[in-house]
């Protein structure tokens, strides 16, 4: 009895282990964590399929780093030039559609470069440029940060050339970004589904918005495998395989802060 006592235990133990191995890793930005998505999200898929997420959430350049180094499974991210950079290495196995939403440019009520109800995103940054209003940027090299500093182009502005202490670079995430810019009345590019999930608005609010240079375009790829072979790709692809299913479409449409819908899925089958 001791013996087959012993045996039962033993196959619990390791019953119990592969359950807790089922565990993926994805990289991926800031927005997907602090406008609350995942925490809402990923319990759903876990329930479905019975494999845990971790998420690393840091700016798109920094998650498809990751993804190069093979530190994760999966790769869900917004910066549509940099995906299609990373999968041209070889270092995806397939790029997916997921959802979308969009980026706006919010700043202090008083508005000193007067741009409000203006839906040209190129003419709001030559008057936030040429006023020299506070202008906080996230630094971080994030998919965020590569839309700013694309449509800084788009303006006619070389930043880089140009940028005075007006212009901060603070190498922070969307929420950090949007407290700075709200304790100290500053301009700010942001993905509308951290901003409606802000609750420490102080003085700011939307300004431009509407411009379809501000489309946001969320994409997934698995880490290929071939590349780094502890890549948990069965796991990895059933958690895309899941995001762009009917069922985790349906989730993403279904996550709103208050009656205000934060992404819109878009995956193509």
């Keep these: 009895m001791k013996k087959l006592a012993a045996i039962a235990a033993v196959l619990v133990w ?4 592969l359950a807790q191995d089922r565990t993926i890793t994805v990289a991926s930005t800031t927005s997907t964590e602090q406008s609350g998505l995942f925490g809402y999200l990923l319990p759903l898929f876990s329930k479905a399929v019975g494999i845990e997420v971790k ?6 350049g920094q998650a498809l780093d990751i993804g190069r180094r093979g530190d994760a499974d999966v790769v869900f991210v917004h910066d549509r030039p940099a995906e299609d950079k990373f999968m041209s290495e070889g270092q995806g196995v397939k790029r997916f559609d997921v959802m979308y939403n969009d980026f706006i440019i919010v700043g202090p009520k008083s508005d000193p470069a007067k741009i409000a109800g203006g839906k040209d995103v190129a003419d709001a940054l030559s008057k936030i440029a040429t006023t020299k209003a506070p202008f906080i940027s996230r630094g971080d090299k ?4 590569a839309a700013e500093l694309r ?5 006619g502005i070389d930043i880089a050339a140009g940028k005075d202490s007006w212009y901060r670079e603070i190498g922070q995430g969307m929420g ?6 709200s ?13 409606l999930s802000f609750k420490n608005r102080g003085e700011l ?3 431009t918005e509407g411009d379809k240079r501000l489309f946001n375009q969320y994409g997934v790829m698995l880490v290929n495998p071939e590349k780094h072979p502890n890549v948990k790709a ?4 059933a958690f895309i395989d899941w995001l762009i299913s009917p069922k985790g479409q349906d989730a993403i449409a279904g996550y709103k802060v208050g009656a205000e819908q934060l992404f819109f899925p878009n995956a193509s089958h």
């Design 142 to 145: 994030s998919g965020t940060h």
């Design 205 to 207: 609010a939307i300004l």
């Design 55 to 60: 998420v690393v959430a840091v700016g798109t």
């Design 183 to 195: 304790s100290s009345n500053a301009y700010l590019l942001s993905d509308r589904g951290t901003w």
């Design 176 to 181: 950090p970004a949007l407290n700075m810019a």
């Design 14 to 17: 390791s019953t119990c282990a």
């Design 234 to 237: 069965k796991d990895g692809q």
């Design 151 to 155: 449509l800084w182009k788009e303006a």
